[in-house]
T-cell receptor, first 110, second 112 residues
């Protein structure tokens, strides 16, 4: 499985935008970029995914670099409830399992 | 919004006993998964299940483990002869083909 690199932790202030980076320099043409998050004492939760174009949904936006070697998850207005571990995952279109890394622990400051 | 439900939320078992962890996936999903997370570690894939058979399993998923879909709604993980190192959170997930997976909130398994 292709690997991703994320910062171990980040901090952000409540009600401000948060940009969570992810590097995936060995991404292949059939890898989708998925983001999940895990709130304390809960199971992982799907956030967003994309292939080449930027994506928006009600939770977040995903900005994908033109060469696809990096991406950024954008939370437009962080709340305390967004404090979680965020996982950037490459998932081949032919593969149904998810391989989790260590993710980025996001702290939100009130 | 439909969700994956897991029972029990916490299971305490003596070492060497068998445990069955239960999951009710989202009703129109056809792909089912089990993952585990040992305290302080990464979430690890165990097994995927489709069309009433295992489609993929990890090295962790050895003969001690088995999965079953006994009826149209439940998906179970059985662990035989439990060991101390089986203590972990076990997450069930369901999904469609290559779409997002939806996870339950897990069963905390404690082996004494």
């Amino acid at each position: 499985d292709a690997k991703t690199t994320q910062p171990n932790s980040m901090e952000s202030n409540e009600e401000e935008p948060v940009h969570l980076p992810c590097n995936h320099s060995t991404i292949s043409g059939t890898d989708y970029i998925h983001w999940y998050r895990q709130l304390p004492s809960q199971g992982p939760e799907y956030v967003i995914h994309g292939l080449t174009s930027n994506v928006n949904n009600r939770m977040a936006s995903l900005a994908i670099a033109e060469d696809r070697k990096s991406s950024t998850l954008i939370l437009h207005r962080a709340t305390l409830r967004d404090a979680a571990v965020y996982y950037c995952i490459l998932r081949d279109v032919r593969d149904d399992k998810i391989i989790f890394g260590k993710g980025t622990r996001l702290h939100i400051l009130p | 919004e439909p969700e994956v439900t897991q029972t029990p939320s916490h299971q305490v078992t003596q070492m060497g006993q068998e445990v069955i962890l239960r999951c009710v996936p989202i009703s129109n999903h056809l792909y089912f998964y089990w993952y585990r997370q040992i305290l302080g570690q990464k979430v690890e894939f165990l097994v995927s299940f489709y069309n009433n058979e295992i489609s993929e399993k990890s090295e962790i998923f050895d003969d001690q483990f088995s999965v079953e879909r006994p009826d149209g709604s439940n998906f179970t993980l059985k662990i035989r002869s439990t060991k101390l190192e089986d203590s972990a959170m076990y997450f069930c997930a369901s999904g469609t083909a290559s779409g997002p997976q939806h996870f339950g909130d897990g069963t905390r398994l404690s082996i004494l």
